[in-house]
């Protein structure tokens, strides 16, 4: 019979070992044109036999069993499809946090993190009761990362699909925040009409429309088209919340919007239109605008800082 595409004994060069199959397999992603080979190598192999970094390198000489190598197979098929290995093992950490993922909800960015980190540089007491929204929670990451910072804070994330609110509130309650957290379905601010938060935070879809299939594959294949898709100039959701974010605020209160690449100084135009002034724009570690933070000017008394 021939060799399955990830039989490892078929590719490795000597005796098999997990040193010569993490190998065997890094070649392999590597061909495939996967960016990381050596790490998701690692990562997969790790997973499926339950070892870390340092149980990897303390196992490197033994021959990996029949079994582990049946166990790694379905994991490395499915990368060379180009899931991400995030995917692959249903998690993800953000802000340090241990987060479940499923098919439902954004593969959350370390880009994203710059949202938290303009947040935390508005708030000058991180004890106070705060409110917070998060339109378009996915993950749950944003708010549950701002939950675990702020530990008076309560906090409402909103998502459009059933199944992400419930993949957020599984994580909220993973992380022990459930009792600071509510996750509800809805069009982003209208199942909220009524709220007057402190913080409002939002990662909406950016990406226009005619660009996503030209995305690496990891991205176009995998994360949900509704979490990807702004419309024809990536711009459709700003425009949709920059009227509900005034009326969401409370006077003082701060939005931390992530943008995409060259979008920062529209939608700081868009939020400029309403009762919003813009406070700052924050780059991301590569240097990328990524986050526009507006406060709310009305009968404003800075309760945020
Ligand atoms: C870019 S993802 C961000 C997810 C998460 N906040 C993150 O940063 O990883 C955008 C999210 O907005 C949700 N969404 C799209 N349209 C929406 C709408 N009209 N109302 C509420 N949520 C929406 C999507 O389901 C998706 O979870």
């Avoid at 996967?34 to 000489?61: C, K, N, T, Y």
């Avoid at 701060?254 to 100084?265: F, K, M, N, T």
Wanted: charged letters at 25%; a negative charge; glycine letters at 8%.
């Amino acid at each position: 019979m021939p060799p399955s595409p990830t039989d490892a004994s078929a590719v490795a060069v000597g005796p098999l070992s997990i040193a010569t199959l993490l190998e065997a397999l890094t070649r392999q992603l590597r061909q495939a044109g996967i960016q990381s080979p050596a790490a998701d190598a690692r990562h997969l192999v790790g997973a499926a036999l339950s070892l870390d970094r340092a149980g990897l390198l303390a196992e490197r000489d033994r021959p990996p069993t029949a079994a582990e190598l049946a166990a790694i197979d379905p994991l490395v098929r499915r990368r060379l499809k180009r899931e991400p290995v995030s995917r692959i093992l249903g998690r993800r950490e953000f802000w340090s946090l241990d987060l479940h993922i499923d098919a439902s909800v954004l593969d959350p960015r370390p880009d994203t993190e710059t949202v938290v980190q303009a947040v935390l540089g508005h708030v000058v007491d991180r004890h106070a009761r705060y409110t917070v929204l998060d339109l378009g929670t996915g993950s749950g990451c944003l708010l549950l990362a701002l939950l675990s910072e702020l530990p008076a804070a309560i906090g409402i994330g909103v998502d459009i699909r059933h199944d992400a609110a419930a993949c957020a509130r599984d994580n909220a309650r993973r992380l022990g925040l459930a009792d600071r957290a509510l996750f509800v379905v809805g069009d982003w601010g209208k199942a909220v009409l009524g709220e007057n938060v402190h913080i409002m935070v939002t990662n909406p879809p950016y990406v226009a429309g005619s660009e996503i299939d030209t995305l690496m594959p990891e991205v176009a294949r995998f994360d949900p088209h509704v979490a990807l898709d702004g419309g024809e100039d990536g711009l459709d959701a700003y425009r949709a919340l920059a009227p509900q974010v005034a009326h969401l605020l409370r006077p003082g209160g701060i939005a931390a919007v992530e943008v995409g690449q060259g979008q920062a100084s529209s939608v700081a135009e868009l939020l400029s239109r309403h009762t919003l002034a813009i406070a700052e724009v924050k780059a991301d570690l590569a240097g990328v605008d990524r986050c526009v933070v507006a406060q709310n000017r009305v009968g404003m008394r800075s309760e945020t800082g």
